[in-house]
């Protein structure tokens, strides 16, 4: 090309016009884009708004890995209006985009405002307003992130979303177990259930209605499902022996469960509207922890037939078991990736248990963390993300690493110890 | 026949004659005797004698041979005879033969002679003929000859004339084209300076293009953050205009790569890479004036 | 097999042990201390714990068998050592002896690898225990068999040593 670009300049000596040159860009840097996210503006009572929006939209956009945002510390100018903006000062500092926004209080209802610009073209990108009470104003953020991180990479964001998630608490002989709903950064908790036996395995349903879940409160291990926004629930399950891992199916129609009636941990499917069981699985050992793929078709689990825990594939309406996971000498607690093309799991190896994903088409295995005892992967319903378990000195915390491992962040939640998140599905 | 009888009198005489001879002989040695038949009722006397039947035998017998000796020298009489009268007849009819021949022969020449004769006689007056046109020709010859001597002349004449006029006009159009040509040198030695002085400055150019071309790759690829989850095999070409200084100016997408996030990631790129390092040299401007970036990772 | 060998062992040490208590003449005369009367624990007789008569064994006494309840694993196995199978063999003859008496068995495991695999990790080990006591002629309504995997560790903390006390099988006597 370069040859080109000589050849026409020689042309170009011969004529008195002059030809471009053409220049080969091979290559580029890989990592987050820089954005500017100013404090919006304030007009109303007292000298802040209910919720520091920019602080959350600023938050958001960092957890996801795709942007850097810049510190407000190392902001250059606070405008909060279009004709403030001055590109030149955001192009010194080398962030790509800017948001700025204004939030006005009017009775009990808060509008609020922003702008998305590209600073080097020097134009806006978006501008959206809404108009919320103020419980809603941490959703518009989220929503407002939403906005920002899909024009931006193209992708839909997943920031207006919720996991679920077990705390436990107080003394070891004396201790509380919760099941709890969250936004997807932690705020807002909402209690489910509490219970002074264990409570585990918490999963969405398709539609983000309900959750089911394992309860000990009768000292046995049964399954529960409870819709959210009532609280009723009904008691799916509680056979003799293990009832556990509840999965539901991605049309709603039914859970697939870990039984021990029939002598050993087995795989069930179950119909929501009948009780009609199916059994899935047949082996010696344990099969456990069943996932259906996004397209129903299939379902993985966790089985120790060949010796040790390693995920294995099953058709969902029966049949043979193909195992997927040949590296390391533990794998289990699998999650799918919306688009069904990756499994997220507990990954042993050398003595530590870490989140890996294998990327079903290729066979490749990338473990994403570095953490001793990380466990409950989740993907989050955009694909990007996932959610998992780690510890952190002697507590249990929740993190999340952008699917490609290259940014992990804690996420900041209540005392106590937090363990088993699972991301809801969108309009949540 | 009778022209022949005439004309060989001779020859025919003789043969009339030796016709007679043969004749004669021929019927003299002819036996004219009659036998004597005896009729079978009449008994010959015959002169009693008794005799022995053998020996009457032996003499029929001997009667008989002598009659078959007789016969037989008769027959061979004849037989000579028709022989020799053969031969005879053979030689009559050669000599015939050699006579017509002769003869002929002899026409023959005598029609030979005349036909040389009447031949010489052709030849003769062919040649005469022959001479006479050749004369004719050879007068001819010299008539035309002349003539074209003549116009010969005249033509060289004129072609004298002609190329006096043809030098003039050479001589003139050499010293207008002397004089273009002159010019033309002139032009073209201009041209030659201008071009060195062109390479010249291109020379400068590459070695600042060679120079700088790294500088501004690498400053564009230091600011282009490619989106993560474009597909592989993008390719987007971009023009950028810049102002001495390297600011830049405008960047249009000339070839877009089908995804709007990956040229806007190489729009943003020479944006943010403004101002683009250039040679100091400002008079190597236009060379940088308008820059297409191909931004191709390939991958 | 491994049982029957036990078990044989086990029959020949106790009429060891049940010979050389014998040897003490009445019960009151018993060489091992006795520190079981108190106030609650005192309905069982206080004999000689080295007799074969299971069924007086307290289930309140310190110093019974019976008071270790506890049996413990290798990591991600569900073998029984041999002294645990004697325990299990002082336990299961109380049961045959007081066939109304009900147990649980808890099954246990350290917390690392994911919950529910440790539910059926669990799950296997108080199977284990519980066929052994079986196999020892407890009948199967005896007992009931609740795995809680990872979710009820005997220690907190991390490490080999907590690990170990984690992993384990309970037997909890209904009604203590």
Not at chain 1, 80 to 94: I, K, S
Not at chain 1, 295 to 314: C, E, H, M, P
Not at chain 3, 147 to 162: N, V
Request: charged share 25%.
């Amino acid at each position: 090309m370069r040859k080109l670009g000589l050849i026409l300049l020689l042309l170009a000596v011969v004529r008195p016009a002059w030809s471009a040159l053409t220049i080969e860009i091979t290559q580029g840097v890989e990592g987050a884009i820089p954005i500017a996210v100013v404090p919006f503006g304030w007009s109303g009572a007292g000298t802040a708004a209910p919720e520091n929006i920019s602080a959350i939209v600023s938050a958001d956009l960092n957890r996801s890995g795709r942007f850097e945002a810049l510190p407000d510390s190392d902001l250059v100018a606070h405008p909060t209006e279009a004709g403030q903006v001055q590109f030149q000062n955001w192009r010194m500092v080398n962030v790509d985009n800017l948001v700025i926004g204004k939030i006005v209080e009017t009775g009990q209802q808060y509008s609020v405002q922003f702008q998305l610009f590209d600073v080097f073209r020097g134009n806006q990108v978006a501008g959206y307003s809404f108009n919320v009470g103020r419980q809603d104003l941490r959703r518009v953020a989220h929503h407002i992130s939403d906005l920002i991180y899909e024009k931006l990479t193209g992708e839909r964001g997943a920031f207006n979303t919720q996991i679920a998630y077990v705390t436990t608490s107080g003394s070891p002989a004396n201790k509380t177990y919760t099941l709890l709903v969250a936004d997807s950064d932690g705020y807002n908790p909402q209690t489910i259930l509490t219970s002074k036996e264990p409570l585990m395995s918490p999963g969405w349903s398709p539609d983000g209605s309900q959750l089911a879940y394992v309860s000990f409160e009768n000292k046995a291990a049964q399954i529960y499902i409870q819709q959210l926004s009532t609280g009723t629930r009904r008691k799916l399950t509680s056979f003799k022996g293990i009832n556990g891992a509840p999965s539901w199916s991605p049309d709603g129609r039914s859970l697939a469960v870990t039984l021990s009636r029939d002598g050993n941990p087995e795989i069930y499917i179950m119909d929501l509207k009948s009780n009609a069981l199916r059994r899935l699985t047949q082996s010696a050992g344990i099969d456990t922890e069943p996932v259906w793929a996004p397209d129903g078709k299939s379902i993985v689990f966790t089985s120790d037939r060949g010796g040790s825990a390693q995920l294995y594939r099953v058709p969902a309406s029966g049949g043979q078991a193909q195992r997927l996971t040949f590296e390391g000498n533990y794998n289990a607690g699998a999650d799918f990736s919306p688009d069904g093309r990756k499994i997220a799991m507990v990954h042993g190896a050398g003595g530590g248990y870490r989140i890996a994903v294998l990327d079903l088409g290729s066979g490749n295995l990338r473990v994403l963390t570095d953490g001793r005892l990380d466990e409950s992967p989740s993907f989050s319903p955009n694909g990007s993300m996932i959610i998992y378990a780690t510890g952190e000195g002697n507590r249990e915390v929740l993190a999340a690493v952008s699917v490609d491992g290259r940014f992990r962040q804690r996420l900041s939640l209540q005392a106590g110890n937090v363990r088993e998140p699972v991301w809801s599905p969108f309009g949540k | 026949m009778w022209q022949a009888v005439r004309e060989n009198p001779r020859a025919v005489a003789y043969a009339v004659l030796m016709h007679l001879v043969l004749l004669t002989l021929l019927v003299f040695s002819l036996d004219w005797t009659p036998k004597i038949s005896h009729p079978p009722g009449i008994k010959v006397p015959i002169e009693a004698e008794l005799v022995d039947q053998r020996q009457l035998q032996a003499l029929e017998e001997k009667k008989l041979a002598e009659q078959r000796r007789r016969d037989e020298a008769e027959k061979q009489r004849l037989a000579e005879a028709e022989a020799k009268a053969e031969a005879e007849r053979k030689r009559e009819a050669e000599q015939k033969h050699k006579a017509e021949a002769a003869a002929r022969a002899k026409v023959e020449a005598e029609q030979k002679r005349k036909a040389e004769a009447a031949a010489k006689v052709k030849a003769e007056a062919e040649q005469k003929r022959k001479a006479e046109a050749a004369a004719r020709a050879e007068q001819k010859r010299e008539s035309e000859a002349k003539a074209k001597a003549e116009a010969e002349q005249k033509r060289k004449a004129e072609a004298a004339a002609r190329a006096k006029a043809e030098a003039e006009r050479k001589r003139k159009a050499e010293a207008a084209a002397r004089a273009k040509a002159e010019a033309e040198q002139h032009r073209r030695e201009a041209e030659l300076q201008a071009q060195i002085a062109a390479e010249q400055e291109e020379a400068r150019a590459r070695s600042a293009l060679s120079e700088y071309i790294p500088y501004i790759q690498d400053k564009v690829q230091r600011n282009w953050l490619r989106p993560p989850g474009s597909a592989a095999g993008l390719s987007c070409l971009i023009k950028v205009r810049l102002i001495p200084g390297g600011d830049v100016v405008s960047a249009t997408v000339v070839r877009s790569s089908g995804d709007p996030l990956f040229d806007r990631s190489v729009e943003t790129a020479v944006l943010k890479a403004s101002p683009l390092p250039l040679p100091t040299d400002a008079t190597l401007f236009n060379h940088f004036r308008e820059i297409n970036f191909n931004f191709d990772p390939g991958r | 097999m491994k049982c029957n060998i036990s078990r044989l062992i086990v029959v020949v040490l106790i009429a060891v042990l049940a010979g050389c208590s014998s040897k003490g003449g009445t019960k009151d005369d018993v060489a091992v201390e006795d520190r079981g009367t108190s106030a609650d624990g005192g309905a069982v007789t206080s004999g000689a714990y080295g007799s074969s008569d299971f069924s007086s064994y307290s289930l309140t006494d310190p110093n019974s068998p019976l008071a270790r309840r506890v049996i413990y694993f290798e990591y991600d196995s569900a073998e029984i050592s041999s002294s645990d199978q004697e325990l299990l063999v002082q336990h299961s003859g109380y049961l045959v002896a007081n066939p109304g008496q009900h147990i649980t068995l808890e099954g246990h495991t350290d917390e690392r690898g994911s919950r529910e695999y440790n539910i059926a990790l669990g799950d296997r080990r108080a199977q284990s225990v519980e066929r052994i006591m079986e196999l020892n002629g407890v009948l199967p309504e005896q007992v009931t068999v609740v795995s809680y995997g990872e979710e009820k560790p005997a220690a907190e903390g991390h490490g080999d040593a907590i690990w170990r006390l984690n992993r384990r099988v309970e037997i909890v006597y209904q009604g203590q």
